[in-house]
């Protein structure tokens, strides 16, 4: 079946350094993945998308990255501010309007 | 925009008891979906409408569960007999579904069955 997955259910960095989340997805007719943020009590936010005909896609302090050839999502954020702590969920279309998520990654950022 | 409008934002109840949980969608967007997010199973898509017609039910749990959407800037998600095993936080999302297939969701409603 469908399944989206993250890599590590928790991660923590120092703030000012660089973050990567890591995602895997087993659909390989997925065409589309976006990344979400949901902090404490509050409703998953939408960070950055990005279709299957494009490997990379970057926005303000965010960069993500598509590896179709293992199926293989990953978030990147750069310069990391406290503000960023939150569970982060990747997201896969698998050709229809549903989304599938993963598991979420938990970031803390320290200070 | 005010971006999703769920209500009410927390709910206890007791066992047995009708649960109604409201959403209205950002203003011109054609896709609504409600899901449920609990510590153990993580964020579950229970229904989703488009143009008001629902599309896709399966994974509303059981016959307690139902949903409608009598127009375009209004849904419910009602339980009937609420059970403690329904409590989770509820969010509403919604989408354009002529672009690109983001959906914005809501700031959710926290549900406790007691």
């Known amino acids: 079946g469908e399944s989206v997955g993250l890599h590590l259910p928790t991660l923590s960095v120092q703030e000012g350094d660089n973050s990567i989340i890591n995602c895997a997805y087993s659909?390989?007719?997925?065409?589309?993945f976006i990344w979400y943020k949901q902090e404490s009590g509050k409703g998953p936010q939408f960070i950055i998308d990005i279709r299957s005909n494009m490997d990379k896609r970057q926005g303000q302090r965010v960069t993500v990255l598509l590896n179709k050839t293992v199926k293989h999502l990953s978030l990147q954020i750069a310069a990391t501010q406290p503000g960023d702590s939150a569970v982060y969920f990747c997201a896969a279309n698998f050709g229809n309007e549903k989304l599938t998520f993963g598991t979420g990654t938990r970031l803390t950022i320290i200070p | 925009d005010a971006g999703v409008i769920q209500s009410p934002r927390h709910e206890v109840t007791e066992m047995g008891q009708e649960v109604t949980l409201r959403c209205k969608p950002i203003?011109?967007?054609?896709?609504l979906f409600w899901y449920r997010q609990t510590m153990m199973r993580g964020l579950e898509l229970l229904i989703y409408f488009n143009n008001n017609v629902p599309i896709d039910d399966s994974g509303m749990p059981e016959d307690r569960f139902s949903a409608k959407m009598p127009n375009a800037s209004f849904s419910t998600l009602k339980i009937q007999p609420s059970e403690p095993r329904d409590s989770a936080v509820y969010f509403c999302?919604?989408?354009?579904?002529?672009?690109?297939?983001?959906?914005?969701f809501g700031p959710g409603t926290r549900l406790l069955v007691l």
């Open positions: 999302a919604s989408s354009l579904r002529d672009s690109q297939e983001t959906q914005y």
């Open positions: 659909n390989s007719a997925s065409d589309y």
């Open positions: 203003s011109g967007h054609n896709s």
